[in-house]
């Protein structure tokens, strides 16, 4: 069996308050209908009653004597007959069998006493207790009929009745003329209530708009210039109360913001200044140290081990603060280059260069047949490169597989690549794409998607939320054989140099396979 089907629901406030409205008016007015109806028809059955008490007896104890009562020799037999009612009905009953019935259909009575009753219609008459009330009765040759029973002299019943028919076409008109007013009134009160709704829902409409330009803002990061507040109602009605409430709420995420952003800048330029402050003393205790060991004189060995230490953590820091440095100014929002970069050339290269870097590891490149292009800063690119393999080489064990892959797709295909990387992170719990959510494509261009695979034992589900954060550090975790290693940097740099360049970059991990994922817009591949 196939379910069943609900009913469509109103959805908006506006929808169900007058939906409830014309419900309550619908309810109110078939009560009333309902009411008015039972009450008429009470009222006229009781008329209908009192119609035919008056008859009385005379009638169906006519029928007996053609018409003449026994004791009505006054000259005017048929004067009662006569006075009574169109339709009135009569028959007289011995040991529960009509004997006599008749009908007045017209003035005469004497020539309109025959009616022709069938056997379910006679006995219906023997079923109606002879106690005097008035009954009703179906007679299937002359309908609805009220009818009372009464004992007579000569141990017969007697009954008189009168059609229920103006009752019921009066009832009938009733209800087809309430249900003409009352379904106006429904539709005038629905197009009324829903337009007086509307007007008074306005000012909450405003706040909902106010509130969806304000869910559309970037917030993560930068300056936040939020838009013109909700305009504020009566605060004594609930709208206003909303409205001057969410304005107030505004107001303190704006602050924040701004304390924020200026806490960040301060930041940003602490970290250029120390940055930048720092190249010189660093470089110059690494030439000390370099000038040092180069002395001829003899040396002993635990000062020359000294010495070299000092060199490599000056070259490991220099480093450091070079990519610090690198940060800071892509934080800054400064330009990159931007000329002709030929991909296929610097994944090749970088390739060559892990391969003679990790020969213990197994390194695979896979190529498109045409050069892919894209615009860009070569020098930062080819950081992204490094940074990538050198990941998969120092966190992976030794005999581990690493395939890089570089093909391009179209404008369409790469959205929805990207939305599909992003669904796989989301679903294995441990993915992310760059800070900021980039764009993946340029319009119409389409997209170069590099991909470093390995088979290694993963990313721990615990660090894949901030993989590409600064300072994550999980060499340790991933290979327990793994010594010294970076600051954590290396995947910062990449996410933020993709997402200078327009791209975004997918993490997919899970033991066994890894994948990181970075996709950059073709664009305009002109110089300048």
């Avoid at 209908?33 to 035919?52: M, P, S």
């Avoid at 079923?127 to 309908?143: E, M, N, Y």
């Avoid at 009066?170 to 429904?186: K, S, Y």
């Avoid at 989301?426 to 494509?441: I, Q, S, V, Y």
Wanted: aromatic share 2%; glycine share 12%; net charge negative.
């Amino acid at each position: 069996m196939s379910p069943v089907r609900q009913l469509p629901r109103p959805r908006t406030l506006r929808a169900r308050l007058t939906f409830g409205l014309v419900v309550l008016l619908a309810v109110s007015c078939a009560a009333v209908g309902l009411a008015a109806v039972v009450e008429l028809n009470g009222f006229l059955t009781q008329r209908l009653d009192e119609q035919l008490a008056q008859v009385g007896t005379r009638f169906p104890e006519s029928l007996e004597h053609k018409g003449v009562l026994p004791d009505d020799h006054d000259g005017d037999e048929h004067g009662d007959t006569r006075r009574l009612a169109t339709g009135t009905f009569g028959a007289r009953l011995l040991n529960g069998r009509v004997t006599h019935k008749g009908l007045i259909r017209s003035g005469d009575p004497s020539a309109d006493l025959d009616v022709d009753l069938t056997a379910a219609d006679r006995a219906r008459l023997a079923g109606v207790p002879a106690d005097g009330r008035p009954h009703t009765v179906g007679l299937s040759a002359l309908g609805d009929y009220r009818v009372v029973a009464s004992a007579g002299r000569d141990r017969d019943v007697l009954i008189a009745g009168l059609p229920l028919e103006p009752v019921e076409a009066t009832v009938r008109r009733l209800e087809l003329v309430a249900g003409i007013v009352f379904g106006l009134a429904l539709v005038v009160t629905g197009v009324a209530g829903a337009l007086w709704v509307r007007w008074s829902l306005r000012p909450l409409g405003r706040v909902a708009d106010t509130a969806t330009r304000v869910s559309e803002l970037p917030l993560a990061s930068g300056v936040v210039a939020l838009p013109a507040r909700a305009p504020e109602t009566d605060p004594r009605g609930e709208v206003g109360r909303v409205a001057g409430a969410f304005n107030r709420m505004l107001g303190h995420v704006e602050d924040a913001l701004t304390k924020r952003h200026a806490s960040e800048e301060r930041l940003r330029s602490f970290a250029a200044d120390a940055s930048h402050e720092l190249r010189t003393p660093v470089a110059s205790v690494r030439g000390h140290a370099e000038l040092a060991l180069l002395h001829p004189g003899p040396v002993p060995a635990e000062v020359t081990r000294a010495l070299e230490r000092i060199a490599a953590e000056s070259s490991r820091m220099g480093e450091m603060v070079d990519d610090l440095l690198l940060l800071a100014r892509l934080d800054a929002g400064r330009p990159l280059e931007r000329e002709p970069v030929d991909l296929t050339r610097l994944v090749l290269d970088a390739v060559t260069d892990a391969r003679a870097a990790g020969p213990d590891h197994r390194w695979t490149l896979d190529l498109p047949e045409e050069p892919v292009t894209v615009p860009g800063d070569t020098h930062r690119l080819h950081q992204v490169l490094a940074n990538l393999l050198a990941n998969a080489r120092l966190h992976t064990p030794a005999g581990t597989k690493v395939a890089v892959t570089l093909e391009t797709e179209a404008a369409g295909a790469a959205v929805a690549s990207a939305g599909t990387g992003g669904a796989r992170t989301g679903g294995t719990g441990g993915g992310d794409g760059a800070p900021g959510g980039g764009e993946t494509t340029a319009a119409g261009s389409g997209t170069a998607r590099l991909s470093v695979h390995d088979d290694g034992p993963g990313v721990p589900e615990d660090l894949r939320p901030g993989v590409f954060e600064r300072f994550t550090r999980a060499e340790h975790r991933r290979r327990p054989d793994a010594s010294g290693g970076g600051a954590g940097l290396g995947l910062s740099i990449v996410a933020a140099v993709v997402e200078a360049h327009g791209g975004r970059v997918v993490l997919d991990s899970r033991p066994g396979a890894t994948t990181f994922t970075v996709l950059l817009p073709l664009g305009d591949v002109s110089s300048g």
